[in-house]
């Protein structure tokens, strides 16, 4: 029997398209628990609430899926995904996802992995390191249909992040608040050097709040220039603007 946070939940994607089954929302539930039960020993989110995590975590994270069709979409990288964010929200509700997460932190990968084990969620992989070292490796290079990317850094750092870990044609989506405008107008540089061409804008408001976000779909037209992306640290201490 769903509670009344779960049933509006579930309207709230339906309305935009998302159907969720039971286990899926058995999912959610327990990925609530299991994060505020971690976040006792481990800082992972300052949002605790049950209601505002289901709105400003999981809802938030599967916005993009509003735009675009993750039917279409294999293999997704999350950069710099923290708690899960929006990677696991994505991979719950599009379980067909190969999801990889990169984090720089190694308790945050811990976390993750032990939450995926939890979730029963397959074809998950954790990557512990630095998204600049990362993206250096074969396995992870111009590979990806979709990498996203939630409150790790500005655009114009972010682009350099991660769209080297996507595929030719395929799409990264920066996930940002109402400031992202001005993100974007210094992105161009970063945009240009790692051949990345902005596709679409979409602007919205979280429900129940009234939080402002604008997500960036960034299609990726030629694959990266070897010299990106630059050692690690260079791209939020120089970025490319
Ligand atoms: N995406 C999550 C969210 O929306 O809640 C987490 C956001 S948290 C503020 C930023 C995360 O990015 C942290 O877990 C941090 O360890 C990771 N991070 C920052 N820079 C990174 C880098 N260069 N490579 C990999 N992970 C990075």
Known sequence: MLDTIQTQFQELLASNGLQLNERQLEQFDAYFRILVEWNVKMNLTGITERDQVYIKHFYDS???????????????????????????????????????????????????????????????????????????????RDRYDLVTARAVARLA???????????????????????GEEELAEA???????????????RLSLPVE?????????RKTASTPAKY?????????????
């Open 157 to 179: 750092v972010l682009n350099e992040l991660c769209l080297p870990f996507v595929c030719q044609n395929g799409m990264f989506v920066a996930m940002k608040g109402s400031g």
């Open 62 to 140: 599967l916005t993009l899926a509003f735009f675009m069709p993750m039917e279409a979409v294999r293999a997704m990288a999350d950069i710099g995904s923290g708690a899960g964010f929006p990677g696991i929200p994505l991979k719950i509700v599009f379980p067909h996802l190969q999801l990889t997460i990169v984090d720089s932190l190694q308790k945050r990968i811990h976390f993750l992995e032990h939450l995926t084990s939890e979730l029963s969620l397959s074809d998950v992989s954790c990557v512990h390191g630095r998204a600049e070292d990362v993206a250096r490796s074969a396995q992870h």
């Open 229 to 241: 992306p630059r050692k690690a640290g260079m791209p939020a201490k120089e970025p490319l603007v």
């Open 188 to 202: 161009d540089l970063s945009l240009q050097q790692l051949h990345g061409k902005l596709e679409r804008k979409e």
């Open 210 to 218: 009234d939080a402002g976000r604008t997500l960036f779909f960034i």
